[in-house]
């Protein structure tokens, strides 16, 4: 059981993709392989059930079966997606997660109007129904969920609720707003906020400048994160960023919207992280020409990493 989340957790917390054999049923055994996979390369925590895991593909069974799995696996802190339409489904997931050893879950405001107050009111309610004592993320992709917040509702939210100790930052342009966010904590009683960035990792030497704490995301190549974070902490910034932009060509080619995730699963199938890349209906599907594509990245990719 890894440790609970708080305001001052920083590192990798990879994302974490679902396997599923081709028939769409869930591949427990590659969940396996990739928690594995994931912990060599020396991420500092796992978030499971995310936008990336699939997970509003997934009945509540299945959500269940993944978190006692992921849990069973590693004592690495584990974060997980917990967002639902319902409040009612949210709270017994995330209290499922608590009982067995969860580091904290994370939650995105539900789509509807982009009104501060909207948002404001849901997580004053989604904090209470799950409890004080629960760590919560607060997951901020707007280009996904259609709503947009300003630095300073959450940081608002972070002072009125405790628990609500980390912001996983995915707006997107959205360097300005990490730098709003550390420069309220200069003022006198403003908590620190735990900040791990998304988007891939595209922005990522940028957004640690900015003051990030590090990333939670789901690139294939865990390593590249690890690598540049644990640089970029230990002063080596040119360091960082030189290692960093050796994989920027697959990394880019990653973010592709609607087909991120097929090339992200390749990816890690190819890699030896999951026996089969197949997305759940209904998902995306890569053509032999889109594999030849990507697999060539792939090997530049390693010629690069073999120069430094």
């Not at 920027?248 to 699963?265: D, F, N, S, T, Y």
Request: glycine share 10%; proline share 6%.
């Amino acid at each position: 059981m890894g440790a609970p989340i708080t305001r001052d957790t920083s590192g990798v917390f990879i994302i974490a993709a679902t396997p599923f054999a081709e028939d769409g049923s869930l591949d427990l055994v590659s969940l396996d392989r990739l928690v594995d996979f994931y912990v060599s390369h020396g991420v500092t925590g796992i978030t499971i059930l995310g936008m990336m895991g699939e997970a509003d593909k997934l009945s509540a069974e299945e959500r269940r079966l993944v978190i006692d799995r992921v849990l069973a696996r590693t004592d690495l802190p584990v974060v997980v997606g917990v967002s639902d339409a319902g409040l009612d489904s949210l709270a017994a997931l995330g209290r499922h997660a608590m009982e067995r050893g969860a580091a904290g879950v994370m939650v995105a405001p539900t789509r509807g109007p982009a009104r501060e107050d909207r948002v404001e009111g849901y997580f004053h309610a989604v904090a209470q129904r799950l409890g004080a004592d629960v760590p919560l993320v607060y997951q901020d992709f707007p280009l996904s969920t259609g709503v947009a917040v300003a630095p300073a509702l959450i940081r608002r939210l972070s002072q009125d609720l405790p628990q609500m100790v980390m912001l996983k930052h995915e707006d997107w342009p959205g360097l300005t707003k990490i730098s709003a966010l550390r420069d309220h904590e200069a003022t006198p009683g403003v908590a620190r906020l735990s900040i791990l960035c998304g988007n891939g990792g595209l922005y990522l030497p940028q957004e640690l400048a900015r003051g990030a704490d590090g990333a939670m995301t789901g690139f294939a190549y865990p390593e590249a994160l690890v690598q540049t974070v644990a640089l970029y902490r230990a002063g080596q910034v040119e360091a960082a960023e030189d290692l960093f932009d050796r994989y920027l060509p697959i990394l880019r080619h990653e973010q592709q919207p609607g087909w991120g995730l097929a090339l992200r699963k390749h990816v890690l199938m190819k890699r030896g992280a999951m026996a089969c890349a197949a997305t759940r209906a209904p998902g995306p599907k890569l053509t032999a020409r889109d594999i030849a594509e990507l697999e060539r990245l792939m090997r530049r990719t390693e010629i690069r990493l073999k120069e430094m």
